[in-house]
């Protein structure tokens, strides 16, 4: 059985590396007991510890939520969640992004009880809000993940460079710099408005 290990907030590592890998429950708990940090686990079993945003980040969050929220509700099929949500993924990685949709058809036979742990699926369609502290190259890393895990459509929203890098399976990224980015496949309908987002940025 693996020890969890406790650290305290000011010297957390970004990274960890624990032998023998933790099991998925193992890594649940230290979700829960890390509660001043986001723990996400690579494919290749590395522990992420992800400090939180500033305050930039977090209301531009907030805005991309709203509107994703907003859609959802016209409908109401489905389900949205916030970056507090952990996804465990077929290739063994441990994700959160910063806003996902579920599709009815993947809500299907789950129970209360899957939802109220990390469930085993990954989102129809994910954003990721890039965050002064990340680095670019590796958050588009993760969007390739996303899609190798089944995404159908992923967002990568640069605030700095002021785009949206749009990932779908079996093409290439595309940058939409306009003010308005439309969504297609399972959040179609969707549009997002860019400038609102970019405005959170801003005093």
């Not at 032998?19 to 686990?41: F, G, N």
């Not at 907003?70 to 290739?91: E, I, K, M, Q, T």
């Not at 954003?127 to 993760?142: C, F, G, M, P, Y």
């Not at 159908?152 to 990224?173: K, N, S």
């Amino acid at each position: 059985m693996v020890t969890i290990p406790l650290f305290e907030s000011i010297v957390q590592p970004r990274t960890l590396v624990v032998d023998p890998p933790m099991s998925d429950k193992e890594l649940e708990r230290l979700c829960q007991l890390s509660d001043s940090v986001l723990v996400e686990r690579t494919s290749g079993g590395v522990i992420r510890m992800n400090p939180p945003t500033g305050a930039f980040t977090s209301d531009g969050n907030a805005e991309l939520i709203r509107q994703l929220r907003n859609w959802w509700a016209v409908h109401r099929r489905g389900r949205v969640f916030d970056s507090n949500a952990g996804f465990f993924l077929g290739d063994g990685s441990l994700l959160s992004p910063d806003a996902a949709y579920v599709s009815p058809e993947q809500l299907k036979g789950l129970t209360k009880a899957d939802l109220a742990r990390m469930p085993r699926l990954c989102p129809a369609f994910v954003v990721e809000l890039l965050s002064q502290s990340d680095s670019l190259a590796e958050t588009r890393k993760k969007m390739e993940c996303w899609i190798a895990n089944g995404a159908q459509v992923a967002w990568l929203v640069d605030p700095y460079r002021q785009c949206v890098e749009v990932y779908a399976p079996g093409t290439d990224a595309a940058t939409v710099n306009s003010a308005f980015v439309h969504g297609s496949g399972p959040v179609e309908g969707f549009v997002l408005d860019a400038a609102s987002v970019w405005s959170c940025f801003e005093l």
